[in-house]
């Protein structure tokens, strides 16, 4: 049996795939990059612990820059037909007034608004494109055990994978990519610090609500005292809703009880009263999303790198997370592309894509937590009377127009290159 903790070379037993790379995960960074890599003529096999995409998926909302990458796959008019909802930008209310109006349309078209697309109609249609391609395995149902590695300071050679039935499956691979995620177990088994960081004083409650005729078209932030509940239309004719509680206080609300809960949310969203009494019956119908950030120690090691989430953990202001596992997809692609083409995937052939990724996620972590900070109050009428100043700036100046396209496209965006692709098939919704 292979032990989780596993990290010598194994005896192959059961099955045993060869590949080029790895990518353990198939999440937006993790199928994303599969795709880049396969039109370049690279063998991938991609594992994902799930089957089907039954699984719980938080993140939804599309930045601007997360759109074109998509577009430059193909990839985001097929996803978007499969159903989605546009929205024009982000708003900060206080009992309906509003405090904050980031409005995406003055963004350049095409990419001049958000959309809200449920992950699995993402995922279906990166999945359907790289199923397209040769050189693609995927291997449903896996779960990674164990890297490959004649010694823990030697370079990964691949991954030892458990399927459904527990036999073990080896995939020998030049590279491995962790794209699993937050608790990326590809990160723990190399003995990697995740480096989190309690930056946020607040958790997330995630509900949703079938809601026709009640579309607002907006990200909304609704303030009430020291707490915060985001609303935003999502497909098909639904409210997602994020009800932000204080860290760790999670314990404390199921205590109160779901009566409660109820009259709580209701009264901070008076226009969806009703929706909230009939649709939130129990704590089952909550999902508690434990907001922290990290910056792993190592990103890139001989063999071995880690993507998106895996790498740097953000919180849900802004909506960044997608967006930057993208980039991060886009950015890594051509540096793997090079490595592999001379058989040098090592740490140092790897470097460039930590080095340009990683200050790009320490920027948004300064700006979630400054965000937060404004997002949440405190600090008496001087400070309240400063937010309000700034909201302005934000809403009305030139210098608005500019912090919105660097919150939309992220600070050093990235752009596919497609020119990496020998043969290249897209269906571009420009």
């Known amino acids: 049996m292979i032990r989780e903790t596993l990290t010598t070379d194994t005896t192959d037993t059961g099955a045993t795939v060869d590949t080029d790379v790895c990518v353990i995960g198939a999440g937006p960074a993790g199928l994303a990059l599969t795709l880049m890599l396969l039109r370049s003529g690279v063998r991938v096999t991609l594992v994902e612990r799930s089957t089907a995409f039954r699984r719980e998926f938080h993140g939804e909302i599309l930045q601007p820059g997360g759109q074109r990458i998509l577009d430059e796959l193909g990839i985001l008019a097929g996803a978007a ?185 209701a009264e901070v969203l008076p226009q969806y009263a009703d929706l909230v009494h009939e649709q939130i019956t129990s704590m089952a119908d909550l999902t508690l999303l434990d907001v922290f950030a990290s910056h792993a120690g190592e990103w890139v090691r001989d063999g071995l790198v880690l993507l998106g989430d895996s790498a740097h953990t953000h919180g849900p202001i802004g909506a960044q997370g997608i967006n930057l596992a993208l980039q991060d997809a886009a950015a890594l692609h051509p540096v793997l592309v090079s490595a592999l083409s001379d058989g040098e995937p090592t740490a140092q052939r790897l470097a460039p894509y930590r080095d340009r990724r990683a200050p790009a996620a320490a920027a948004v972590h300064r700006m979630q937590v400054m965000q937060a900070r404004s997002l949440f109050g405190g600090g008496g009428a001087a400070a309240a009377f400063l937010r309000a100043r700034a909201a302005a700036v934000v809403t009305r100046t030139p210098i608005g127009a500019k912090i919105t396209r660097k919150v939309a496209h992220g600070h050093d965006p990235a752009g596919v290159r497609t020119d990496l692709f020998p043969v290249l098939h897209v269906n571009r919704s420009l």
């Open 81 to 265: 037909a499969r159903g989605a909802a546009r929205l024009r930008g982000f708003q900060v209310l206080e009992q309906e007034r509003v405090l904050l109006d980031i409005d995406y349309g003055r963004l350049p078209a095409p990419y001049d608004h958000l959309l809200a697309l449920p992950q699995p109609h993402l995922l279906e249609e990166l999945l359907a494109a790289c199923e397209r391609l040769p050189g693609f395995t995927l291997l449903e149902g896996h779960r990674i055990a164990a890297l490959r590695q004649k010694r823990p300071d030697s370079p990964c050679t691949g991954a030892v994978v458990n399927g459904p039935d527990r036999v073990p499956v080896t995939v020998r691979a030049q590279v491995v990519v962790g794209a699993d995620g937050r608790f990326s177990k590809t990160r723990a088994l190399a003995g990697i610090d995740a480096g989190r960081r309690e930056s946020f004083a607040h958790d997330v409650v995630w509900f949703s609500l079938h809601a026709p005729g009640r579309a607002t078209g907006q990200v909304r932030v609704h303030r009430a005292a020291g707490s915060a509940v985001l609303v935003h239309d999502t497909h098909p004719d639904r409210l997602r809703i994020g009800w932000t509680l204080p860290h760790g206080g999670w314990r404390a609300v199921v205590r109160r009880g779901i009566e409660d809960i109820r009259w709580e949310l």
